[in-house]
């Protein structure tokens, strides 16, 4: 697919099991996406998420374009509803599984990074890394709080659990765990820089086992970003990974090569839950 502004070969990706991967692109807008949905419980909610969350922010935002400029929404207000549109879709179909969500959204030199759940958006940043996702988990503070509020429960069965049964706290459907699972997406706002030069989107099954700064440095050393994506995730696996497995290597050094800033630059985090 012609992706816009040197990504068009620059993709790797390997999928396991009950996950989804998607990609699209608007080379008129300078958009393109890179996304994962960690599917449990079933595949069904992870192959609606990836048909249905992008399309739906394209045409939201096609139809934000339309008005006046002083009346428009921004990507993130848009995204937001994306997530909260799909999770109201398999709720309604009585769709009992769920899926995790991340995203990485580049619109010419600014990016929004968006998840529910513990799939995670990894950039390279110089010789560092860093995570543009927050993982959900029902133990942390924040989280806890919020489900215990709702009247839900946290119960440690192995680990920590939604009302016993899930271990993670925001995620796409799940609708017999409603509301203590929230659908509500945070989003990561800002600008590259030339500094940019590697991106990895995974699930959990790389993250239980790998540090950021592993995987981004296992992405640099292949110039291939398929090979990389393939080594990131034997990488897990000899680490003794048991759960999905599934990697997104973008190479970004084109894209970035041209941009003007060299320190990529996070301008707000987005989060309503």
């Known amino acids: 697919m012609d992706i ?26 300078l958009f393109f996406s890179a996304e994962i949905y960690d599917g449990h419980g079933g595949r069904q909610p992870a192959q609606i998420a990836a048909q249905m969350l992008t399309p739906w922010f394209l045409r939201s935002w096609s139809r934000e374009r339309e008005r006046p400029p002083g009346e428009r929404r921004d990507e993130a207000d848009i995204l937001r509803e994306a997530y909260l549109a799909v999770d109201a879709h398999l709720v309604g179909r009585r769709v009992q599984a769920g899926t995790c969500a991340a995203q990485l959204y580049l619109i010419g030199e600014r990016f929004l990074a968006a998840n529910a759940g513990d799939s995670r958006v990894v950039i390279g940043t110089g010789q560092g890394a860093a995570v543009l996702t927050e993982d959900h988990k029902p133990d942390t503070r924040a989280e806890r709080s919020r489900v215990e509020a709702l009247g839900g429960s946290v119960v440690l069965l192995g680990v920590p659990r939604v009302e016993g049964i899930l271990a993670i706290s925001r995620a796409l459907g ?11 997406p945070r989003i990561t706002e800002g600008v590259l820089g030339s500094e940019n030069d590697v991106a990895v989107l995974a699930c959990d099954g ?5 540090s950021p700064g592993e995987v981004i440095d296992a992405a640099r050393q292949e110039r291939d970003p398929r090979k990389g994506a393939e080594g990131i995730s034997r990488m897990a696996l000899d680490r003794g990974s048991t759960d999905n497995i599934t990697v997104i290597v973008l190479d970004l050094r084109k894209y970035t090569s041209v941009l003007k800033n060299r320190k990529m630059v996070i301008q707000k985090v987005h989060d309503r839950a």
Do not use: N, Q
């Open 4 to 29: 816009p502004r040197g990504i068009s070969e620059e993709i790797g990706f390997r999928r396991t099991m009950e996950d989804e991967h998607a990609f699209y692109e608007d080379p008129a807008r």
């Open 206 to 210: 790389v993250w239980d086992v790998l």
């Open 174 to 184: 799940d609708a017999c765990l409603k509301p203590y699972v929230s659908a509500e």
